[in-house]
């Protein structure tokens, strides 16, 4: 069963919030490699439940293919990022 983001208006701001946290260490820290995941999922033009199972499943691949990339803290904020994506599909 799919949520959308307008039932679910805290789950979308939470997945911006996060979102932009690692937008602005990996910027900052001009890690290309995760930027670049994250940039063919975010931000969400269309925001429905498909957008974020594409921003999960992207942010999983990325902690599968680079997770020497990410620090230890990148790596918390994206699993949460994942789990709060897939609660659109609870």
Known sequence: MF?????????ASEMNDLCLQLFDRWCEARSVV???????????????PPSARH???VLRS????HSECL????????????????????
């Not at 990325?62 to 293919?65: G, W």
């Not at 620090?71 to 609870?90: H, P, S």
């Open 55 to 57: 921003l999960s499943d």
């Open 34 to 48: 995760p930027l670049s995941y994250l940039m063919t999922a975010w931000p969400i033009a269309v925001p429905e």
């Open 62 to 65: 990325l902690m599968s293919a």
């Open 71 to 90: 620090e230890i803290d990148e790596r918390q904020i994206a699993e949460k990022l994942i789990g709060v994506a897939n609660q659109m599909y609870m």
């Open 3 to 11: 949520r959308s983001f307008e039932e679910s208006p805290d789950v």
